[in-house]
T-cell receptor, first 115, second 117 residues
């Protein structure tokens, strides 16, 4: 069974540009959540989607946005990039059937560098 | 406010010995879940173990066990018989609310474990 797939794995952008990151969840999983990991702030929740609806959002500016498609794949977009957006962006997926086990599976992440 | 505290920035352990990684949490929600993840240098977060707030028994998964002390709000991870491949960053995390309602996790700052031969 394929795991959570994130693309691209690495990318370099310059300030002011925008970036789109993609996440394909494990087959059958309908919940996708996104996290930002930086050395200074640690792991922070960005947002969460379930069946194409955003059901939770973290404390990030409006430059950070996301969406989920009918096949559960999700994208997140960061506009007007700032140096501080350099981070590892992690996507996680889960299934309602895993409620009791609590399993939330992460991808390998997309490492964004903003110059 | 919900919070996860990991007070050990780094730890050393000898191969084949057991090690305990500390985690305390704070929440006012009676329903919550506690997670431990391992993050090797490659960056991927690997799920290790989960404990629900209403679970009566401590969770175990192979060499991993979670020492859940609800009254003390602690959820320590115990790794038995450490292996060199256990060297990684370990994160404790909490989800407030019942499973299925949200997958928003609050993470601790992590503990870097180094297993020595």
């Amino acid at each position: 069974k394929a795991g959570v797939t994130q693309t691209p794995r690495y990318l370099i952008k310059t300030r002011g540009q925008q970036v789109t990151l993609s996440c394909s969840p494990i087959s059958g999983h309908r919940s996708v959540s996104w996290y930002q990991q930086t050395p200074g702030q640690g792991l922070q929740f960005l947002f969460e989607y379930f069946s194409e609806t955003q059901r939770n959002k973290g404390n990030f500016p409006g430059r950070f946005s996301g969406r989920q498609f009918s096949n559960s794949r999700s994208e997140m977009n960061v506009s007007t990039l700032e140096l501080g957006d350099s981070a590892l962006y992690l996507c996680a997926s889960s299934s309602p059937g895993l409620i009791n086990t609590g399993e939330l599976f992460f991808g390998e992440g997309s490492r964004l560098t903003v110059l | 406010a919900q919070k996860i505290t990991q007070t050990q920035p780094g730890m050393f352990v000898q191969e084949k010995e057991a090690v305990t990684l500390d985690c305390t949490y704070d929440t006012s929600d009676p329903s919550y879940g506690l997670f431990w993840y391992k993050q090797p240098s490659s960056g991927e977060m690997i799920f290790l173990i989960y404990q629900g707030s209403y679970d009566q028994q401590n969770a175990t998964e192979g060499r991993y066990s979670l020492n859940f002390q609800k009254a003390r709000k602690s959820a320590n991870l115990v790794i038995s018989a450490s292996q060199l491949g256990d060297s990684a960053m370990y994160f404790c995390a909490m989800r407030e609310g019942p499973g299925g309602a949200t997958n928003k996790l609050i993470f601790g700052t992590g503990t870097l474990l180094a297993v020595q031969p």
